[in-house]
């Protein structure tokens, strides 16, 4: 097997993890809320259910953006370049939001031994490119599973 192969089916198993562990937390806040029979439009919930509530479409907001970011970055890297993106998504991070969920997966992937933004732009031209081309090869794959696996909110 060669190692393009191989590589080729890492990024296909993080990124099947990525987006199956965003989709998953939706999931399982929902699969509780049906177990406990909670009405979310009930306007007498208690506290604890309407937490829950928030919480069930915090989450469903998180992957929907999270499939919607995934299709638009790779055009956003190819007209502006990998610096410029990622220094508008790092702009964009915020805690619990699907910018800072990409943001992380990236850094993670490319194994960036420093915040991502400052070592993609100290990087020489052909590690920048090479990181261009490898980023968007795992985007391939985002995009794919975001595509397969985040459904529309009541399917």
Same mark, same amino acid.
């Given at each position: 097997m060669s190692s393009v192969t191989?590589?080729?089916k890492q990024r296909?198993?993080?990124a099947y993890e990525y987006v199956s562990n965003i989709w998953n937390e939706y999931i399982n806040i929902k699969k509780e809320i049906e177990e406990k029979q909670i009405d979310c439009k009930d306007k007498k919930l208690? =506290?604890?259910y309407k937490e829950l509530c928030k919480k069930k479409?915090?989450?469903y907001k998180i992957a929907d953006d999270y499939k919607?970011?995934?299709k638009k970055i790779p055009m956003?890297?190819?007209?502006n370049g990998l610096g410029a993106t990622f220094a508008f998504i790092y702009s964009k =991070?915020?805690?619990g939001n699907a910018y800072k969920l990409i943001y992380n997966q990236i850094q993670e992937w490319l194994k960036a031994n420093k915040d991502l933004v400052e070592w993609i732009i100290n990087q020489e031209s052909q590690e920048y490119r090479a990181t261009t081309n490898e980023v968007l090869a795992l985007f391939n794959w985002l995009k794919r599973f975001a595509d397969g696996m985040i459904e529309k909110k009541d399917s």
């Amino acid at each position: 097997m060669s190692s393009v192969t191989d590589i080729e089916k890492q990024r296909a198993r993080k990124a099947y993890e990525y987006v199956s562990n965003i989709w998953n937390e939706y999931i399982n806040i929902k699969k509780e809320i049906e177990e406990k029979q909670i009405d979310c439009k009930d306007k007498k919930l208690s =506290k604890g259910y309407k937490e829950l509530c928030k919480k069930k479409n915090d989450k469903y907001k998180i992957a929907d953006d999270y499939k919607s970011y995934v299709k638009k970055i790779p055009m956003m890297i190819l007209n502006n370049g990998l610096g410029a993106t990622f220094a508008f998504i790092y702009s964009k =991070k915020k805690e619990g939001n699907a910018y800072k969920l990409i943001y992380n997966q990236i850094q993670e992937w490319l194994k960036a031994n420093k915040d991502l933004v400052e070592w993609i732009i100290n990087q020489e031209s052909q590690e920048y490119r090479a990181t261009t081309n490898e980023v968007l090869a795992l985007f391939n794959w985002l995009k794919r599973f975001a595509d397969g696996m985040i459904e529309k909110k009541d399917s």
